[in-house]
């Protein structure tokens, strides 16, 4: 990594760069930017859930090899690790995973349907606040449960990341209700969709607090 670039953790960043006065010297940035220009020159859109998914799975990718080579640094052979010690993660299998992409999917749906309408000025800033954190949701949605089971780092260094991821998600969710709440009010045309949206993020905040309940439970219960 080069040095003017930041380290990790990156889950702490929502990625919104243009509102960042560290963007030069951030890796991220860096490479978003590189992923965005790759999509719009073969004619994809960045935003499409599917594409997402794909580039979320590239992700957990480049994480796994950045992983293995940290543990090469310091000794730890990956390879000599049993399998039956860090069972495969499908974050589809997570219900807080499948309500976080059930509401991507929705809501890019009705972006696309708001392009097409041409955007009222009076939700402008709504329309960014939802198209800017309706693919970041599910990303880092994503990112939390494939933590749920991770046994290569210590209990503090999850938790450090687990709250970070966390903290991004409900940012988003807070912002984007925010949103909604507003749009509703100027799109009365559009009252059934985004009332279902705001039902869904409610339903996400729900299973977000059961789920990390359940964490905490079972942190404690294997402890004792």
Not at 3 to 23: F, G, L, T
Not at 89 to 112: G, M, T
Request: with cysteine; aromatic share 10%.
């Amino acid at each position: 990594m080069s040095p003017k670039y930041k380290p990790p953790p990156y889950n702490y960043c929502d990625y919104r760069c243009a509102q960042c006065n560290e963007k030069e010297n951030c890796l991220v940035y860096k490479e978003n930017q590189e992923r965005l220009l790759n999509h719009y020159l073969k004619g994809e859109d960045p935003n499409d859930p599917d594409i997402f998914l794909k580039d979320l799975q590239k992700i957990f990718k480049k994480t796994t090899e950045m992983i293995k080579k940290s543990a090469a640094e310091y000794d730890i052979d990956t390879a000599k690790l049993p399998d039956n010690e860090e069972p495969k993660i499908n974050p589809r299998d997570y219900v807080v995973y499948q309500l976080a992409f059930q509401y991507a999917r929705e809501s890019h749906n009705f972006i696309k349907q708001l392009q097409n309408e041409a955007i009222p000025e009076s939700v402008l800033e709504d329309f960014d606040d939802l198209l800017w954190y309706h693919s970041l949701i599910v990303a880092k949605t994503g990112r939390l449960v494939s933590g749920f089971n991770d046994r290569f780092f210590d209990d503090e260094i999850k938790k450090m990341e687990e709250e970070g991821t966390l903290s991004v998600i409900k940012k988003g969710i807070k912002l984007s209700k925010n949103a909604l709440h507003h749009m509703l009010n100027e799109l009365p045309e559009h009252f059934y969709t985004i009332s279902d949206l705001l039902e869904l993020l409610n339903r996400l905040s729900e299973q977000l607090q059961k789920d990390m309940h359940q964490q905490v439970e079972s942190t404690l219960s294997d402890s004792n």
